[in-house]
Structures are given as structure tokens and as C-alpha cells.
């Protein structure tokens, strides 16, 4: 059996900010809680949204403080302001970190047993359906939007909660390109690779199906022609448009049938050396799939290698698994990743805590070949 959960709702397109004021006054939502971050702020980013809300009469509060990797302490905040404030709805407009933490903050506003944060991490069903939230990307990279997943990085041990809920998927997406245009080159290649990665740890993880199939290629092969463009032209509102449907299309197939070791690697990172959460992946990305390539999923290179535009025909498999690493070592380098963990400050004494820290993560259990710490801590030391 699959189950797949997707938003109820969701808008796709330019300009598809604009739909906002109608459909909050058809859902009789009146007071608004902005939930957002402090760069999103300085890009002028929030005012389009927050204009909206204005010119419409709505009601709304502004909560920023947000990190990077959103904290436990970062939710606490958030909770407080929505206590204060009182909303009947939540609007997150930023990137995956701003959309996770509102996620954290709609999930606990109606189980307020999970009010610690900590008991939402792993596969937590939790009993009652998420307070209305509406989930505005900025970046095309997380899918956070349409996923029922989020990550909260408890400071205390430095380690990611990576939180698996179906009750907390957003009741409607809107994904408007014209949202991402200030994205800097860095971050548009950065949360690029991270739909990449979903797209490819989806496609060959244990769970993936031919519904997730159908999604992750259509995904690669969007990010294949468009990535780049985005990144050397951030007014290429094509390949804008195209990486935002790539992100979100993915979204859908990775949150039924789940990742691997790379965002399992990816997620350690973030938590012991805050390294941005695509960036790592990207880093990773390349040197787990030749590791992968021993496992019953190798198959699946061909496909790769076939969205990159290659063909395929006359090559073995192994052959395949050569040419889809390279195109996406290419890529990574043409959009400006850097090619190591020491590049992004990882050191070989950081390898230990790492590595435990990626193999009880939730999602080494869906990697295509069974691992171990020993494995995660080669390749970790491949890397530097």
C-alpha cells in the first residue's frame, strides 16, 4: 500500500501571490500571523506579501526570529507570539528553515502536549491536524511546502529533529517564481541541488514507487536544463518558473516514500557545524551515489544519466553509474558548490560524532544499500 498526502490546496505560477487576499476572505481568516525570517525582511520579499494583507484590511503580526536551522528555541518564540497574538491563521513566507519552524508552530498549537518540541522528532502521529497554515516559498529547494516533513535543530546537542508528521502538511501552497527572484546565485544553487538530491535520494531509496519515480524524473530533468540558467540570470523567470515546479514536484514524491544517507550525512552537518543544508547535499551528493551504485537501485543511474540528456542505448550499466556521478559533479560545479567538506570547515575530528549522528538519523533506514557507521565515516573522511 502507498500513501501519499499532498496540500489541499496549492497555486502555481508568476504572480501567484496575488490569489492570497481571496482565498483568506473565502476561508473567513482575518488575522494573520507573518511568519518569516530576517533576510527575507531586508529583500523586500515580506512587503509584497504583507502589501497584500494591507490593501485588503487583514489584520497580521510579524514573527522573524528565525535561524538558518530553525531551534528548538526558535519554535518556543514562534508559540509564544501565536499565544499573544491569537491568529486564526499562519502564513510562512520564506525558505525551508522559516516553513519548517511554522510547521513546528501549527503542529504543537493543537497538540500542546509536544510543547517541549523534542517528542515531535521521528514518525510522530500525532493525534490532531495541524492549525491552518499557508506556506509561501522563497527558495526552490525544500519542498517544505508540500511535504510532511520538517526539521528543528535542538542546540542543546547540537542535533537535527527531523519530524515525520502527515498532520502537518499546509493547507495550501502558493509558489510564486516572482517570490524567488532575489535569490543570490549562491543560495538559488544551493537549495537547486537539494531538489536534486530529493530527486535522486527519492528515486532510488528502498520506499520509491512508480508514482515517486514518475515525480523524481520529471524533477531531474527540469533541474538538469533549468539549475544553471537560474543561477547565472536570477531574472530568468523561465528557469525560475521550471526550478519551482521541479522542487515542488519532488516534494510530492519524496514525502511518501522518504531519502537516504546523503540527507542523512546532510542533516548531521547542519546540526554539529551549521553548514547550510544544500550545500551539504550537494557535497555529499555525488560520492553517496557511487556508494549507492552497489545496491539493487544501481538500475536507476540509466534514468539519471537519460534526464541529463545522454544516451544511454549502447552503454552497460556500470557505464551509466559513471555518467550520471559526472553529470552531477558538472553541474554542481558549474552552479558554484564546493567540492569538499573541508571547504565548508570540517575537520577529521569532527567524523566521529557525525557518524553516529547521520546512522540513527530517520532517514539512513530508506538508503538503497544498508550502511553502518564505518561506511558513513569513509565516506565522510572521503571528503575532506
Do not use: W
Amino acid at each position: 500500500m502507498e500513501r501519499y498526502v499532498f496540500n489541499n490546496c496549492a497555486f502555481l505560477g508568476t504572480g501567484a501571490r496575488n490569489c492570497l487576499p481571496e482565498e483568506l476572505k473565502r476561508r473567513d481568516y482575518h488575522k494573520v500571523l507573518l511568519v518569516s525570517d530576517e533576510n527575507i525582511i531586508k529583500s523586500g520579499v515580506l512587503e509584497k506579501i504583507s502589501y497584500l494583507l494591507e490593501e485588503n484590511n487583514v489584520k497580521y503580526m510579524v514573527f522573524s526570529n528565525i535561524k538558518p536551522n530553525p531551534t528548538v528555541e526558535n519554535v518556543q518564540n514562534g508559540l509564544k507570539v501565536f499565544k499573544k497574538f491569537k491568529p486564526n491563521v499562519i502564513v510562512a513566507v520564506g525558505g525551508g528553515s522559516v516553513i519548517d519552524c511554522a510547521k513546528a508552530i501549527s503542529v504543537i498549537a493543537t497538540n500542546k502536549q509536544h510543547q517541549d518540541v523534542l517528542s515531535l522528532a521521528g514518525t510522530v502521529n500525532t493525534k490532531n491536524k495541524a492549525f491552518p497554515l499557508i506556506a509561501m516559498p522563497t527558495t526552490s529547494g525544500t519542498a517544505a511546502e508540500v511535504t510532511i516533513n520538517y526539521v528543528i535543530t535542538d542546540e542543546k546537542t547540537k542535533r537535527k529533529l527531523v519530524c515525520v508528521d502527515p498532520n502537518d502538511v499546509p493547507i495550501m501552497s502558493i509558489v510564486d517564481s516572482e517570490l524567488m527572484r532575489t535569490m543570490p546565485p549562491s543560495l538559488t544553487a544551493s537549495t537547486g541541488m537539494d531538489a536534486l538530491t530529493h530527486a535522486i535520494e527519492s528515486l532510488i531509496t528502498k520506499g520509491a514507487t512508480d508514482m515517486s519515480d514518475m515525480f523524481a524524473l520529471e524533477a531531474i530533468k527540469m533541474i538538469a536544463k533549468y539549475l544553471e540558467r537560474a543561477c547565472i540570470d536570477g531574472n530568468d523567470m523561465e528557469a525560475r518558473e521550471k526550478m519551482a515546479y521541479a522542487q515542488y514536484v519532488v516534494g510530492m514524491g519524496f514525502s511518501a516514500v522518504g531519502l537516504g544517507i546523503v540527507h542523512s550525512m546532510a542533516h548531521a552537518l547542519g546540526g554539529r557545524k551549521d553548514i547550510a543544508h544544500g550545500t551539504a547535499n550537494a557535497i555529499l551528493l555525488p560520492t553517496v551515489m557511487q556508494y549507492n551504485a552497489q545496491s539493487p537501485s544501481k538500475r536507476k543511474y540509466r534514468l539519471i544519466a537519460e534526464c541529463f540528456g545522454v544516451d544511454t542505448k549502447d552503454k552497460t550499466d556500470d557505464e551509466c553509474v559513471k555518467i550520471a556521478v559526472r553529470e552531477v559533479k558538472k553541474l554542481s560545479k558549474h552552479v558554484g558548490i564546493p567540492k569538499s567538506l573541508g571547504e565548508v570547515g570540517v575537520v577529521e575530528g569532527d567524523i566521529e560524532l557525525l557518524s553516529q549522528d547521520a546512522f540513527v538519523d530517520i532517514c539512513t533506514g530508506g538508503n538503497p544499500r544498508e550502511t553502518s557507521v564505518e561506511d558513513i565515516k569513509k565516506l565522510y573522511k572521503s571528503l575532506i
